[in-house]
């Protein structure tokens, strides 16, 4: 796979949906984007028009709390939604060597991975005791993030 330009991402590039109001979540954006190995993945905002549309597609999303990871699915129009622990999961597969070695946790029943997401995401504004999140859109990536 060969790495895209910021301003030349694929159309079916998996899009990371975030808590924009979150500094845990700001930190893991910049996490994602310092370490990724090809420069593809999009990034929006859950409060944004993007998650907006994506909620009206999956309803049942609105009530969960959490990163969602989106990408197409196949030769369809088909998408695969990705929450909680399976979406960290796949966060790590992007990253790469070594921390897609954490897809080792798949061998963790979901319910089990869930719980402990769960835990951290309810504690997720006072963990790091991190400031409001700050403009994470840097000039070089500003084309991967979406309303």
Do not use: Q
Not at 59 to 82: H, Q
Request: net charge positive; with cysteine.
């Amino acid at each position: 796979m060969s790495s895209a330009s910021s301003e030349h991402h694929s159309p079916e590039a998996a899009v990371l949906y975030y808590d924009g109001s979150c500094g845990f979540c700001d930190a893991t954006v910049k996490f994602v984007l310092k370490h990724e190995r090809v420069n593809e993945l999009r990034f929006a905002p859950l409060n944004g028009a993007s998650a907006v549309a994506l909620l009206r597609r999956y309803p049942r999303l609105a009530t969960i709390d959490s990163v969602i990871w989106v990408e197409a699915a196949g030769n369809d129009s088909s998408e695969r939604v990705l929450v909680r622990s399976d979406a960290v999961l796949r966060i790590a597969r992007y990253l790469g060597l070594p921390r897609s070695l954490l897809v080792l946790g798949r061998i963790v029943p979901r319910a089990l991975r869930d719980r402990l997401y769960d835990l951290i995401a309810r504690h997720r504004k006072r963990v790091l005791r991190m400031p409001a999140a700050c403009d994470i859109r840097l000039p070089a990536v500003r084309a991967r993030f979406l309303d």
